[in-house]
């Protein structure tokens, strides 16, 4: 794409390359928002698009590329310089502060103070004024988590508005909105843009840009796939763009038959919460089997009242529910549950925990099946740490505003001349500095382990003296997704394959028994082969490719050398010398000394002084000087 940096852009975002371990995010992307313009950024869901727009809004630091505003670059270091720049953004998951009112909410972080005191009464005229300017109506003495989602949404535009931001990022806007509520965004936004503000909105519903977008950029697995006029393109072009190859838009369906009544509702009444008067009254109505029946009412009007009802999240007041023919009218949720689900308004406020669970399944579960299926060993609870604890989480942390990760990890963090140093916790016995190396320096920066100074014991009699139930609860041994331990049941069932038999070859090549599958085995392994060779063998290689298992005698197992990648640097910045160190290949063995070779690919290779046993791709080979984690990274061979 040719670059035309002129004053036509307020923003630039150029050759964009954002990485995570293992993930290529955002490959080499440019997207250029012109002044006043709707600009809509379409994929599919991974496709790169909030990574993208969170690099914009500071939240995430690109490995290569330049943003530019009004055609002078700019660094944007977190969202405190995107504000300052003016760009602000409603992210697909509001940053509200539910016990807050609507109006603290707005003005949180952008208070206007004289003498040291709020000026709240000026603060509220302003944000009236920019609701009425804008057409968006708010209640501001609510507290957001009385209100509805959409309405919750108006709260984070006036937000930005309040700010004075002039470029507006919408991340997946419609996600939880009713059709009535996107059509007033839909509105809203048009609105936004006579005004002359910039906007980027993020979608993969195509009705809505080509109802609202001046332009589409369109991203394809991280990649650019290119930018189009909405004007002179169509829904085919864009979803073909989307997914790179022709899609099939409409869909072939017959004339609903509907069968036998499932739902019966009869002169059915449920309170408000709001006035003495019901908020639904006397409502009757029948859904059958094999149809779709809608409850519709502009919002406030009951919709919300009825689903609780009908539910159990609410008791009526008057009226009968039945389900299936049975009498629910006055039945506890769980029983409700064996033939009603319930998708909430508010999904996640009051039926998910954050937004981690897909996070989890594929950054830690996926990984661990991928990493053993391919004749390794995996550690997800390093992985865990990483990409969630102090990643996923630390993150949702400082978007809510808050400056600190607070967790029960034995290690200890200090801050020496600029840098942030992970030491071995007090209690070495408990230390677990091994399983958190991959910490960057930001994220040690904003984390805090109170129990790195204390014994363990100490931390059970302060547990049982303030009556905590697991104060004596034994250390967990178990993978919190394996809790049985049989971690082959648990990949066969998750992935729906049968690992196949295949052979134990000897030293020799010679074959010597059969196995059970290629993943039950990992080196080192002397129980559970069911091998009669006369003495002790232990497993020393893996063949994936031809399905076999080689073991031998125990000396086999030792080997003076490894090389690992992907390799984190906590106590300096990456090293072109060789380093003394001392080394641990496995969660509670004793470190060894050893010498570090950094290379110039961005492994490591280390040489022990002594042999070390079972050293084993996939696990962590970690770091230390004395009590300070030096580094870590992932061993790719031992040899």
């Not at 012109?34 to 991974?46: D, F, K, V």
């Not at 944007?76 to 504000?83: G, S």
């Not at 535009?157 to 939880?176: C, G, H, S, W």
């Not at 984190?568 to 060894?592: C, G, L």
Request: hydrophobic residues 35%; charged residues 30%.
């Amino acid at each position: 794409m040719e670059q035309n940096h002129n004053n036509d852009y307020i923003i630039e975002m150029l050759h964009i390359t954002k990485e995570f371990p293992g993930i290529k995010a955002n490959d080499d992307i440019t997207l250029q928002l012109r002044r006043g313009e709707i600009h809509a950024l379409l994929g599919e869901n991974g496709a790169g698009k909030s990574t993208l727009m969170s690099v914009l809004f500071g939240l995430y630091q690109p490995e290569k590329g330049e943003i530019r505003k009004n055609g002078v670059p700019v660094k944007i270091n977190d969202p405190n310089d995107a504000t300052a720049l003016g760009i602000g953004m409603v992210h697909q998951h509001f940053k509200l502060i539910d016990v807050f009112t609507v109006l603290d909410n707005i003005i949180l972080g952008a208070e206007d103070t004289k003498l040291g005191f709020l000026q709240k009464k000026k603060a509220r005229q302003k944000v009236k004024e920019l609701s009425e300017k804008y057409g968006l109506a708010i209640d501001m003495d609510a507290k957001v988590e009385d209100i509805t989602v959409g309405m919750q949404q108006r709260v984070e535009i006036l937000k930005m508005l309040y700010r004075d931001n002039e470029i507006l990022i919408f991340d997946e806007p419609t996600a939880v909105l009713t059709p009535q509520e996107i059509d007033e965004l839909m509105e809203i936004m048009r609105n936004l843009a006579k005004e002359g503000k910039s906007i980027l909105f993020i979608s993969h519903k195509l009705n809505e840009i080509m109802a609202v977008a001046d332009r589409c950029t369109v991203l394809r697995k991280g990649k650019y796939v290119g930018t189009i006029d909405t004007a002179k393109t169509n829904k085919q072009e864009l979803s073909n763009m989307m997914v790179g190859r022709p899609v099939q838009l409409e869909v072939q369906k017959s004339p609903a038959k509907p069968g036998e009544a499932v739902l019966e509702v009869e002169h059915f009444s449920v309170p408000s919460k709001l006035h003495k008067k019901d908020a639904v009254h006397d409502v009757t109505f029948t859904a059958r089997s094999g149809e779709i029946l809608c409850i519709a009412g502009i919002d406030g009007n009951g919709q919300t009242e009825l689903v609780y009802g009908l539910t159990g999240l609410e008791k009526p007041s008057g009226g009968t529910v039945k389900l299936c023919g049975h009498d629910i009218t006055h039945a506890k949720i769980r029983e409700r549950g064996k033939e009603m689900s319930h998708i909430p308004e508010d999904r996640h406020k009051h039926g998910l925990v954050l937004d981690f669970t897909l996070d989890f399944q594929e950054r830690i579960i996926d990984k661990f099946v991928r990493v053993y299926e391919a004749g390794s060993t995996p550690n997800p609870c390093i992985d865990c740490n990483r990409f969630m604890k102090f990643s996923k989480l630390l993150d949702f942390a400082r978007a809510k505003g808050m400056n600190y990760v607070v967790t029960g990890h034995y290690a200890r963090v200090e801050e020496k001349d600029g840098r942030f140093i992970l030491k071995k916790a007090l209690d070495e016995t408990k230390d677990q500095s091994y399983v958190l190396y991959s910490m960057t320096q930001e994220e040690l920066s904003h984390v805090l382990f109170p129990l790195g100074d204390m014994r363990k014991t100490e931390t059970r009699r302060i547990a049982e003296e303030n009556g905590f139930v697991n104060s004596h609860k034994p250390d967990s041994q178990d993978i919190c997704f394996v809790p049985d331990g049989d971690y082959v049941s648990f990949m066969e069932q998750y992935t729906g394959k049968h690992y196949p038999e295949g052979d134990f070859l000897d030293e020799n090549g010679n074959v010597i028994g059969r196995h059970r599958g290629i993943v039950r085995y990992t080196i080192g392994q002397r129980r559970g082969l069911g091998i009669a060779a006369g003495q002790h063998v232990y497993v020393y290689k893996k063949d994936i490719e031809n399905n076999t298992v080689y073991v031998g005698a125990e000396e086999k197992l030792y080997t003076k050398h490894l090389t690992a990648g992907d390799v984190n640097w906590i106590a300096f910045d990456k090293p072109n010398f060789t380093i003394r160190v001392s080394a641990m290949t496995r969660y509670r063995h004793k470190e060894q000394p050893a010498t570090l070779y950094p290379n110039a690919d961005g492994t490591v290779s280390v040489e022990f002084d002594e042999k070390q046993r079972a050293v084993t791709p996939g696990q962590a080979v970690v770091f230390y000087d004395g009590d300070t984690v030096v580094g870590g990274g992932t061993i790719i061979e031992a040899h």
